[in-house]
């Protein structure tokens, strides 16, 4: 039985991820992070109620900016694949918190191929969360494996330090290493404050009469939109290749923030423009206008593409929004 570890494993990806390789017969680990109240929410229908395993998963406490934790939790499970998915993700914040997203992005990342280097584990291969944000306003587009990085907040700083790094390690020690170079990706199980959720969840609440207003930022940023259960399968086709490589994962489109507002609130027969203000305080100091990715290297080495639309994860989202707000979807024409 193949053996998998995943850093993020509570995330939105870590999640699905988790389920995928279980699917696939995989005895999955995962490192999660000690919190005041459970952080794990989106994979405890995988766990023995109240207890940190299930049948085919097993939670370790761990923190990746942790080296000797890393290093012996690589030794003890002797993972095949490591799935390193832990980051503070959201870039606003790393504008606020720009040495703490630094020392998980960026040296956690470093730390965990330390811990696998050190091992001597040749067989061990490594999948690294790389994003689209590298590119930042470098102004080509669409964006593929050879467009130069431009990073342009911490976060994204963090991620090309790590990019390079795995690199390095594929080239300099011959490690089966990957960057999934992954597009905005979204789902039910996306955290509260991204963009797409932000709107479904308050347009739910809307609804529900529990909220009046939605506060948004910049309505004309563009963003390429795939759904995270998609490209968590990317990350494991990656994993599965002869050789170690650098592969865009996207749809191929953009939509502004706009055009999900309209999609979102169109599904309910609402106008957005009724209930959103624009609150200057949620403008970044710097903001990309737009990323549009070209998976044409992943669709032809092993045969990845997009298979979820925006408007179906769009009213994917808006149901479990509406559910989570005892909102019944079936009064509304979805
Ligand atoms: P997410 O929902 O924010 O999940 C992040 C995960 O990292 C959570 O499990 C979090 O644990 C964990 N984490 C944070 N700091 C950690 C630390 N110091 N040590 C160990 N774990 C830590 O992010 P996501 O959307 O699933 O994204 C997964 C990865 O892909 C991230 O690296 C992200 O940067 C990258 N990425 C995401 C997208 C996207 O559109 N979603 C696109 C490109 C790349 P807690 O639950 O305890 O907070
Ligand atoms: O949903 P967002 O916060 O995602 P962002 O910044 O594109 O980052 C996400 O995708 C990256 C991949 O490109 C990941 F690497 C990263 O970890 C994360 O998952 O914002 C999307 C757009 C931005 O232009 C933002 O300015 O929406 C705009 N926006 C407008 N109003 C808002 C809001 N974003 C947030 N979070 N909250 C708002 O109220």
Redesign the pocket.
């Known amino acids: 039985m193949k053996k998998a570890l995943i850093?993020?494993?509570?995330?939105?990806?870590?999640?699905?991820l988790a389920e995928l390789l279980i699917s696939k017969g995989y005895e999955v680990h995962g490192?999660?992070?000690r919190?005041s109240v459970s952080?794990?929410r989106?994979i405890d229908h995988l766990l023995h109620p109240g207890e940190m395993r299930g049948e085919f998963l097993q939670l370790h406490f761990?923190?990746?900016?942790?080296s000797s934790r890393l290093a012996a939790l690589i030794d003890q499970i002797e993972p095949n694949e490591v799935y390193?998915?832990?980051?503070?993700?959201?870039v606003q914040i790393s504008f606020h918190e720009p040495v703490h997203t630094s020392?998980?992005?960026a040296l956690?990342a470093l730390k965990m191929l330390e811990a696998v280097r050190n091992a001597g584990a040749g067989h061990t291969r490594f999948y690294q969360?790389?994003?689209?944000?590298v590119y930042g306003n470098v102004n080509i587009s669409p964006q593929d494996e050879k467009t130069p990085f431009h990073p342009d907040n911490p976060?994204a700083c963090g991620?090309v330090f790590a990019f390079h790094q795995v690199r390095l390690y594929r080239e300099a020690y011959g490690l089966h290493a990957s960057n999934?170079?992954?597009?905005?990706?979204?789902s039910p199980?996306?955290?509260h404050n991204?963009v797409t959720r932000k709107i479904t969840r308050g347009l739910a609440r809307i609804v529900a009469g529990r909220q009046d207003k939605l506060l948004l930022g910049n309505l004309d940023a563009r963003r390429d939109?795939?759904h995270?259960k998609d490209?968590v399968e990317a990350m494991w086709m990656m994993l599965q290749q002869a050789s170690g490589g650098d592969y865009v994962i996207a749809t191929g489109k953009s939509h502004s923030v706009r055009d999900f507002l309209d999609t979102s609130f169109g599904l309910l027969g609402l106008d957005w423009s009724d209930h959103v203000d624009i609150d200057p305080k949620l403008l970044r100091p710097i903001d990309v206008n737009e990323f549009i990715g070209d998976f044409s290297k992943a669709r032809q080495a092993f045969g990845w593409e997009p298979k979820i639309s925006l408007q179906d994860l769009a009213r994917e989202m808006v149901m479990t929004d509406l559910l989570h707000e005892d909102v019944d979807p079936a009064q509304f024409d979805l």
Do not use: C, P
């Not at 850093?7 to 990806?13: A, E, L």
């Not at 390193?84 to 959201?90: E, G, I, M, R």
């Not at 999934?180 to 979204?186: D, P, S, T, Y």
């Open positions: 850093s993020g494993i509570s995330g939105q990806d870590g999640s699905y490192i999660v992070r919190a952080n794990t989106r761990g923190d990746v900016t942790d390193n998915l832990a980051a503070q993700s959201h020392e998980v992005v956690g969360a790389t994003t689209s944000e976060y991620k999934g170079i992954l597009f905005n990706h979204e199980r996306r955290g991204f939109w795939g995270a490209y």
